[in-house]
């Protein structure tokens, strides 16, 4: 199994472009989740997904969209960039909903805003 | 909202020695509490968890232990070894609705050889 993998690795975009993050898990667990990770600020929640369908805000949602396109696929989208979007990304995964299960989480996308 | 507290921010140690990390939480409803570490250039991987009903657990090395009247929470490692050095988290949430995990800002292990 490969776990929780994330694409790309690394993106440079321009201020204003647009840019959607993939995350694929191949565990069939049923909730997805999307954090940023800032130095010195932890890991902070941007989106989750509980089950397949259904997705729901989390502590930093605004200048990010989601979907949750089947079981296995959870994709972050920047709209516009803005280079306080610059962070590196981690998706995660949890066999059953709710935020006291495992959360197994990806290699991470490194994202820098110009 | 939760707000959780992680000290120290950095922390070295010789190899053999034994580390301490400590963490606070605000919300006394909260009820879990696990410790997630994160090797360089890589995700972070739960290592030890807790729940509300028990005051200490173990795993070899590892053991957390949870004082709810104090609200804080410690990670020991003891006979820390090289392959220690990482970047650890410790979260907090709690079972009520789709309240998600808080996490601290991370302690910077490095175990000296």
């Known amino acids: 199994n490969a776990g929780v993998t994330q694409t790309p690795k690394f993106q440079v975009l321009k201020t204003g472009q647009s840019m959607t993050l993939q995350c694929a898990q191949d565990?069939?667990?049923?909730?997805m989740y999307w954090y940023r990770q800032d130095p010195g600020m932890g890991l902070r929640l941007i989106y989750y997904?509980?089950?397949?369908?259904?997705?729901d805000k989390g502590e930093v949602p605004n200048g990010y969209n989601v979907s949750r396109l089947n079981k296995r696929e959870f994709s972050l989208r920047l709209e516009s960039a803005a280079p306080s979007q610059t962070s590196v990304y981690f998706c995660?995964?949890?066999?059953?909903?709710?935020?006291?299960?495992?959360?197994?989480f990806g290699p991470g996308t490194r994202l820098l805003v110009l | 909202g939760e707000n959780v507290e992680q000290h120290p921010s950095t922390l070295s140690v010789q190899e053999g020695d034994s580390a301490v990390i400590k963490c606070t939480y605000s919300?006394?409803?909260?009820?879990?509490f696990p410790w997630y570490k994160q090797e360089l250039g890589k995700g972070p991987q739960l290592i030890i968890d807790?729940?509300?009903?028990?005051g200490e657990k173990k795993d070899q090395r590892i053991a957390v232990t949870l004082n709810k009247t104090a609200k804080h929470f410690s990670l020991h490692i003891t006979e820390t070894q090289p392959e220690d050095s990482a970047v650890y988290f410790c979260?907090?949430?709690?079972?009520?609705?789709?309240?998600?995990?808080?996490f601290g800002k991370g302690t910077r292990l490095s175990v000296i050889a």
């Open positions: 995660a995964s949890s066999e059953a909903p709710g935020h006291q299960e495992t959360q197994y």
């Open positions: 565990m069939n667990h049923n909730s």
């Open positions: 997904s509980a089950s397949e369908g259904t997705t």
């Open positions: 919300d006394s409803a909260s009820n879990y």
């Open positions: 807790i729940r509300s009903n028990v």
């Open positions: 979260a907090a949430s709690k079972n009520s609705g789709n309240t998600p995990l808080v």
